[in-house]
């Protein structure tokens, strides 16, 4: 396996806060046009839900394809 560094930037930070472990639910079931697979779980802070996205699962996949998208952009101009 190779390892690879991936970022992200924000445009923009509205708050920060922590929330404890017990406050957060596993992710609600939709129906199956409806994904969970990037959501670790919801929670509450004051009276607002939160949506806790799995940033492991969500670099994973766009590492990939960014890796898979330079493989042929690399190809394409051996080829040329």
Not at 1 to 27: H, N
Not at 57 to 62: L, P, S
Request: negative net charge.
């Amino acid at each position: 396996d190779e390892t690879y560094v991936v970022g992200m930037l924000a445009d923009s930070v509205k708050q920060v806060f922590e929330l404890t472990a017990d406050a957060i639910e596993p992710p609600p079931r939709f129906t199956a046009a409806v994904s969970t697979d990037y959501i670790r779980g919801v929670g509450k802070h004051r009276e607002e839900f939160v949506i806790i996205l799995d940033v492991t699962r969500v670099f994973a996949r766009d590492a990939q394809a960014a890796v898979h998208a330079s493989a042929g952009a690399n190809d394409e101009e051996a080829s040329d």
